[in-house]
């Protein structure tokens, strides 16, 4: 009886765990998303980032390809 109750206040803890982490998660997304609109970053900066890196991610995939 002793053991069982020991493992589920584990699980428990486990879960209330990883519920506060995404909380956090959600929290520093939004406060990012926020900062992010409030500075308004440049967003030809970051659409050239995402670019390259579908470019680079491209460029693998077809060096893959080749090499099969």
Known sequence: MKLSLKSFQIKLTTVSF???MKILIN???KVSANVMFCVNLN???LFLL?????LLIIKQYL???SFM
Do not use: A, M, P
């Open 18 to 20: 990883l519920k506060t």
């Open 27 to 29: 929290g520093l997304y």
């Open 43 to 45: 967003f030809r900066f």
């Open 50 to 54: 995402v670019k390259i890196c579908l």
């Open 63 to 65: 060096d893959f390809l």
